[in-house]
């Protein structure tokens, strides 16, 4: 396999990446590994991240794996221990699928030429299938998710499996996922990722941005799928976005350490066997509550008594980012939103949003003259109002505001969380069907076609949902509030939930003809 490369593009004022040059300064992969330095070197590293956008992957540092000089695969920072696993399950899916691995690799190249001429793709159903097929692909039938490896649990993609109504992967995902260690059993929420297929071994590390996303996605879940569980597991990820009030107006809570203080031996026991506490951290729920109850000699509710006395018990020291970004709490008011309306649980929502509003300017001047943050504070504001002007009629005089000061940012691209390009081109179709204005839509069909040439898969969760709300859209102008998700689902089956729901005439008259 001396036909590997790996390419790696670092910059100096990038301190993740910086850092990623010293892993691989002390930890020698067994292929050739090539540093990119993008200030010496800014057209080959520019070339590198196109691809790497390809990947979903948009930002420093950068890793690009080539095969025979075709690129087949790209990831962000990578630790000591993911850069050798990284090379061997490359190396293992190398010899299961040669030929596929290098005609997808040569796919991503020409792609990347035919911006370069500026060519546009095609944005119509074609892509919507064979980007499915893509997700499809890489779907993981036994745990939910998508790969064998790292997992992450990429709510908008299975958001969009959602509106192309592939149900029983998203209801596999959200159940292992719910019983898994990524998500946080004592504290709730949800950590960014885990080390093990089976979602065990989690970083510690949670965001208010993911945990906003996961938010949306349990809600949905609930709302088409009807698993009880999931009301439970939306309400933890409600209480932990407000167990960091204070810091709420921030990017990011790292868990250090946990301490229980005064726990008897049932309490102990059950750490242990219920939640692999004490070997694994936060590990995996390795039997059901009914058997985990019949373990300890307890019934089944008591399961539910023992899990919030530890919680009251525990003692948890959080590092936090504390900067001011807007972006990341206009995801938390759109979640909020979300949860109220389908739970019927009003949560302040409005009053995140009203204090947003009076600092977004301030913020994007914070965040100096990082353009992509800029225009991701923008486009996930201007998502947020939208949202807001169905469910709590305001907000709509300020989303044209935010999406007449908006700036196109071509270098933003789908990733793990909802890319802000494709919420934006999602925020148009919904500002065309409030306000009537054709420009934009017109916005949304050149971004979706100038978007259509990128290689769409497992990360492009949101470009989807936004192609698809484009391609099959249903207007009913008569209704003035609706009901999320319709701010996603404009199908039949959801007009159909509104008039039962709302049981007025003009529903009705839309669900009737």
């Known amino acids: 396999m001396s036909e590997i490369v790996l390419y790696s593009v670092f910059a100096k004022w990038s301190e993740r990446s910086v850092e990623q040059k010293e892993i691989f300064s002390k930890v020698k992969p067994p292929v050739k590994v090539v540093e990119v330095d993008k200030d010496l070197f800014p057209d080959k590293a520019e070339e590198l991240e196109e691809i790497g956008a390809s990947f979903g992957i948009h930002a420093l540092p950068l890793n690009v794996i080539f095969y025979k000089n075709t690129p087949i695969y790209a990831s962000g920072f990578l630790s000591e221990k993911d850069v050798l696993k990284l090379v061997e399950v490359v190396k293992s899916h190398i010899s299961a699928n040669k030929r596929r691995v290098l005609e997808e690799g040569k796919r991503i190249t020409e792609n990347v030429e035919n911006r370069k001429k500026g060519k546009e793709g095609l944005a119509g159903l074609e892509l919507l299938k064979s980007s499915l097929d893509r997700i499809l692909d890489v779907f993981d039938y036994t745990y939910g998710g998508f790969g064998f490896d790292l997992k992450f649990p990429f709510p908008f993609t299975h958001i969009s499996l959602l509106l192309l109504r592939r149900f029983r992967e998203v209801e596999i995902s959200v159940t292992e996922i719910m019983d898994g260690g990524v998500r946080d059993h004592i504290f709730g929420g949800f950590f960014r990722y ?3 297929r089976s979602w065990d071994d989690p970083v510690k590390v949670k965001t208010t941005v993911e945990n906003a996303e996961m938010l949306i996605l349990l809600s949905l879940a609930y709302r088409k799928l009807g698993i009880g569980r999931l009301r439970d597991v939306a309400k933890e990820t409600v ?10 107006f921030g990017n990011c809570v790292i868990l250090e350490k946990v301490e229980f203080a005064e726990l008897d031996e049932l309490e102990r026991k059950f750490l242990n ?4 506490f004490e070997k694994l951290g936060y590990a995996r729920i390795i039997a059901s509550k009914d058997s985990i109850a019949d373990e300890l000699g307890i019934n089944y509710d008591e399961v539910d008594e023992l899990t919030k006395k530890l919680r009251r018990k525990a003692r948890a020291k959080f590092q936090v ?15 909020l939103n979300y949860y109220s309306a389908i739970f019927d649980e009003k949560v302040g929502a409005e009053i995140i949003l009203k204090k947003i509003l009076k600092k977004r300017f301030k913020d994007v001047l914070y965040r100096f003259d990082d353009v992509e943050a800029g225009f991701e504070d923008y486009s996930y504001g201007i998502f947020s109002l939208v949202v807001n002007q169905y469910l709590n009629d305001w907000g709509l005089e300020e989303a044209e505001e935010l999406f007449k000061l908006s700036k196109d940012h071509w270098k933003v691209f789908d990733s793990r969380t909802a890319s802000p ?3 934006k081109i999602l925020s148009a179709l919904h500002l065309h069907h409030l306000t009537g204005k054709k420009e934009y839509r017109e916005y949304a069909k050149e971004e979706l076609k100038r978007f259509a040439g990128y290689e769409h898969n497992i990360y492009s969760g949101t470009y989807l949902v936004a192609l698809k709300t484009y391609l099959k859209p249903i207007y009913i102008p008569k209704i003035k509030k609706f009901i999320a998700p319709d701010v996603f689902f404009w199908e039949k089956d959801w007009i159909e939930y509104a008039g039962k729901k709302f049981k007025s005439n003009d529903v009705k008259a839309v669900v009737d003809g």
């Open 273 to 276: 066997s219920y939640y692999g």
């Open 194 to 196: 885990c080390l093990e």
């Open 321 to 335: 980012d504390d900067r001011e970004i807007s972006s990341y709490n206009f995801h938390v008011a759109t979640a």
């Open 239 to 248: 209480d932990f976005l407000f167990s960091v009030k204070k810091e709420l």
């Open 421 to 423: 390009l494709s919420l």
